[in-house]
C-alpha cells in the first residue's frame, strides 16, 4: 500500500503561483511513476503531469510551459509549482502513484484561481 497526502491548494489571483506538494509513505519501494491529475466541477479528471522513475516527465498541453513536476527522492515528496495560473486551472488536484499495475491516489487538495 502507498499513501499519499497531498498539501499546498488555496485560492490565487490569475498569474499568481502555487506549489503543491505529495508526500509519499508506506510501500514506496518500487514506484514506477508519480503525478498529478485534476478534476473540475462538473468534468472528468485529467492528467496534468507525470514523473516516472527514469526522471522522464509528460505534461498536459494546457499546462505545459508554466506547470513543473519534480520529484524529491530523499523525502518521498512529489511537486507540482504551478505559475501563470488561469481561471480554468480551478480543480480538485489529485496526487498519483502508480506501482505495479495499481493506481494509489491522495484525497485531493482544492486550487481556486480568481479572474
Known amino acids: 500500500q502507498v499513501q499519499l497526502v497531498e498539501s499546498g491548494g488555496g485560492l490565487v489571483q490569475a498569474g499568481g503561483s502555487l506549489r503543491l506538494s505529495c508526500a509519499a509513505s508506506g510501500s514506496i519501494f518500487s514506484i514506477n511513476a508519480m503525478g498529478w491529475y485534476r478534476q473540475a466541477p462538473g468534468k472528468q479528471r485529467e492528467l496534468v503531469a507525470t514523473?516516472?522513475?527514469?526522471?522522464?516527465?509528460n505534461y498536459a498541453d494546457s499546462v505545459k510551459g508554466r506547470f513543473t513536476i519534480s520529484r524529491d527522492n530523499a523525502k518521498n515528496t512529489v511537486y507540482l509549482q504551478m505559475n501563470n495560473l488561469k481561471p480554468e486551472d480551478t480543480a480538485v488536484y489529485y496526487c498519483?502513484?502508480?506501482?505495479?499495475?495499481?493506481?494509489?491516489w491522495g484525497k485531493g487538495t482544492l486550487v481556486t484561481v480568481s479572474s
Open positions: 498519483n502513484a502508480f506501482k505495479h499495475g495499481i493506481n494509489y
Open positions: 514523473s516516472r522513475s527514469s526522471s522522464s516527465t
